[in-house]
């Protein structure tokens, strides 16, 4: 049994910070990210963490984003400094039972319920 559930979405304006929380529980997977979706697009892997230690990005927010887990690895957490309009979007935490890891939504069969961020 698998339990993400995220929060620390809002609103804030472009060029502000904000900090995503996912507490996890209930999985033996190593691979853990964070996905989002805006209004009319696809799904889109933003960040994804190996083992505790393997951190990937995609490039639209690289150099912007940082995934972390604390030692417990009971809450994972996704920190966005100098947010543009185009963050905009629904974030997802997400969890993979498989054995490969990264941005790409494959790697992924749990999820969170959500946590809207709007970046004016």
């Known amino acids: 049994h698998v339990q993400l559930v995220e929060s620390g979405g809002g609103s804030v304006q472009a060029g502000g910070s904000l900090r995503l929380s996912c507490s996890a529980s209930?999985?033996?997977?190593?691979?853990v990210g964070w996905v989002r979706q805006a209004p009319g697009k696809e799904r889109e892997g933003v960040a994804a963490?190996?083992?505790?230690?393997?951190?990937y990005y995609d490039k639209s927010v690289k150099g912007r984003f940082t995934i972390s887990q604390d030692n417990a690895k009971a809450t994972l957490y996704l920190e966005m400094v100098n947010l543009k309009p185009e963050d905009t979007a629904e974030y997802y935490c997400?969890?993979?039972?498989?054995?490969?890891?990264?941005?790409?939504?494959?790697?992924?069969?749990?999820w969170g319920q959500g946590t809207q961020v709007t970046v004016s």
């Open positions: 209930g999985y033996s997977s190593d691979c």
């Open positions: 997400a969890a993979g039972r498989g054995f490969l890891c990264g941005t790409s939504t494959d790697n992924f069969d749990e």
């Open positions: 963490l190996y083992g505790g230690r393997m951190e």
